[in-house]
């Protein structure tokens, strides 16, 4: 665990194994998507480390997270990235659009093209 892995609450499991709903920092997030699952044993004895990371698509984006066997705790990895608010998500989708009307440039699809018989509608090969 490094200092700023955030513990984390798994709400409820799929399978008595996959994380299913998580709550961080007050937030539920939804899992809708297991990407990857891997395990991580280090050591003998008591320095033993034992973890099961879980790379989740979210309501809220990717996360990764880890569950510590031994200790029977959940954390955040802050070494992967973190969630994005939908506010976030949102604003930075304005700013693209924003840019993109005062550079001139089209928004949205491109303007319909004339119609152009191709050389097998004129009857060529």
Request: charged fraction near 25%.
């Given at each position: 665990m490094s200092?700023?892995?955030?513990p ?6 799929r ?13 539920r997030m ?9 395990t ?6 008591r ?6 990371y879980?790379r ?20 955040l990895?802050?070494g ?45 090969c």
């Amino acid at each position: 665990m490094s200092a700023q892995d955030e513990p984390i609450r798994v709400e409820r499991k799929r399978y008595a194994f996959w994380p299913q709903v998580l709550v961080w920092r007050g937030r539920r997030m939804h899992v809708h998507q297991v990407e990857r699952c891997w395990t991580v044993a280090r050591g003998s004895g008591r320095s033993r480390c034992e973890r099961r990371y879980f790379r989740l698509r979210c309501n809220d984006g990717a996360v990764t997270i880890y569950h510590d066997v031994l200790a029977d705790l959940w954390w955040l990895d802050a070494g992967a990235s973190l969630p994005v608010s939908p506010i976030r998500r949102l604003s930075a989708a304005v700013s693209r659009f924003r840019r993109a009307l005062g550079s001139g440039g089209e928004v949205g699809r491109p303007a319909p093209q004339p119609y152009r018989p191709s050389a097998v509608a004129r009857g060529g090969c």
